[in-house]
């Protein structure tokens, strides 16, 4: 059973910076699409980070610079560095899985995934 668990969430002040982590169990992600994503109040969600199985990343624009996609392989973990966070990336977060290898579009739609975690609170006030 697949299984993604996101932490690291919580509450920061503009400016400030978080790591989140995604625990991945039961699926082989080395080599396969992970993103992630984030959901705020009354919007949809949105693809804000994601690395393929090569390792090559690709960010949304609103946080290019900002935030930064690795994995462990050793540790089956997917991190998202964020930096210089602002009050517009509260938002829950949520870390996903696909089966393949490469992007099927551009690696930062939610229908390219198969598996979702439960999300991570993360408010950023001013």
């Known amino acids: 059973q697949v299984r993604l668990v996101e932490s690291g969430g919580g509450s920061m002040q503009a400016g400030g910076s978080l790591r989140l982590s995604c625990a991945v169990s039961g699926y082989t992600y080395r080599n396969k699409c992970m993103g992630w994503f984030r959901q705020a109040p009354g919007q949809e969600r949105e693809g804000v980070a994601t690395i393929n199985g090569f390792g090559t990343t690709k960010y949304a624009d609103s946080v290019k610079g900002r935030f930064t996609a690795s994995r462990d392989s050793a540790k089956n973990t997917l991190y998202l560095q964020m930096s210089n966070l602002k009050p517009e990336d509260t938002a829950v977060y949520y870390c996903?899985?696909?089966?393949?290898?490469?992007?099927?579009?551009?690696?930062?739609?939610?229908?390219?995934?198969?598996?979702w975690g439960q999300g991570t609170q993360v408010a950023v006030s001013s």
């Open positions: 996903a899985a696909s089966s393949f290898q490469r992007w099927r579009t551009s690696g930062l739609f939610a229908d390219e995934y198969d598996y």
